[in-house]
């Protein structure tokens, strides 16, 4: 029933397996992923002993918190049901892409019917004075008119147990392919100018503080970068062809003749104001781009999985991502 249906216990979860061969000999009853990229070992306690039930999760859960993102998908895909892979079943469950950490922290379960005092003292011992990120949920059963029901409580509070993390670990941080970036350009309303600029000039753009800007630094030539309207979705794929400058500085090609960006007449005046100002926290800077493929606001791609960020630009590691906007905007890792 808890692997049918995991939020019985209280707490959303994907199952990436049951009895997972450890290497240790043992067999993990379940394991899984929660929204945040947390590792739960899930362990029934049936009839084993409360020390057995509490030392094996405890042994389960030493070899599961070094499990690789690579190791994590093996396991899904030995143990998978269907044809999907780790991260399209992460999004279609938790509606977001898997975060770009995965595993830094764990969560051991203990699953029964009822709880000895033995197991409770046992389990509080090592969570409170230990900080081990363990606990046990069990059910009470309920008959009332004809129906029944089953109750789960938490010997601990949940989210206190859970908010024991461990520093993220590099290892674990999702890889990068070393040539995408995730930029956004403002917002699906009527008058915003940033994507209908970088769709016409060729420029990404950012401005109104440091902070909005300075991530355009990160991009270099050469670099691919997935376009994002924030409440539309992908509107272009792009190629980086040099070096973040001030828009003042820009300059497009128009009949043949290089002209300055600000001077084009459909750029807005209180963009062009931003962009003539000497100050750091209003002047707007910009990316030379070549687009692959774009697109207007009013046909923008999304479907639900994919990633978005409120940050002005950033790695994009989700491979799910990229691989459903290439295909929506007829492009291909291969060959662009």
């Not at 003292?121 to 004809?146: M, Q, T």
């Amino acid at each position: 029933m808890v692997t049918k249906d995991p939020r019985m216990s209280g707490t959303d979860l994907l199952i990436i397996g049951r009895q997972v061969p450890t290497g240790f000999g043992g067999f993990i009853d379940l394991l899984a992923l929660d929204a945040e990229g947390r590792v739960h070992v899930l362990e029934l306690k049936r009839d084993r002993t409360p020390r057995d039930v509490v030392a094996q999760a405890l042994d389960y859960g030493s070899w599961a918190k070094d499990l690789s993102l690579e190791e994590l998908e093996q396991i899904y895909q030995d143990n998978g049901e269907g044809e999907t892979h780790l991260d399209e079943a992460f999004a279609e469950h938790f509606g977001g892409p898997l975060p770009d950490v995965v595993n830094a922290d764990q969560q051991f379960t203990i699953v029964a019917s009822e709880l000895d005092p033995t197991s409770d003292r046992i389990i509080e011992f090592l969570a409170k004075s230990y900080d081990v990120p363990i606990n046990a949920v069990f059910f009470g059963h309920f008959a009332d008119g004809g129906h029944e029901y089953l109750a789960p409580t938490w010997l601990l509070d949940p989210h206190q147990v859970e908010d024991k993390a461990a520093r993220p670990s590099r290892r674990k941080l999702r890889p990068w392919n070393g040539r995408d970036f995730y930029v956004i350009l403002g917002r699906a309303e009527p008058g915003d100018p940033r994507w209908p600029i970088a769709h016409k000039y060729g420029f990404l753009n950012a401005g109104g503080g440091s902070w909005y800007w300075k991530p355009l630094r990160n991009l270099e030539p050469g670099h691919r970068v997935f376009a994002y309207v924030s409440g539309a979705g992908y509107v272009g794929i792009g190629r980086v062809t040099g070096k973040v400058i001030p828009a003042q500085d820009a300059e497009v090609e128009i009949e043949g003749r290089r002209q300055p960006l600000l001077d084009q007449p459909d750029v807005s005046a209180a963009w062009k104001q931003g962009a003539a100002s000497e100050d750091s926290q209003v002047t707007e800077m910009v990316v030379p781009v070549e687009w692959l493929a774009a697109r207007p606001v009013e046909q923008a791609f999304w479907e639900k999985g994919l990633f978005a960020s409120q940050v002005t630009a950033c790695k994009l590691r989700d491979t799910h991502t990229i691989e459903t906007v290439e295909s929506a905007f007829g492009l291909n890792t291969a060959t662009n």
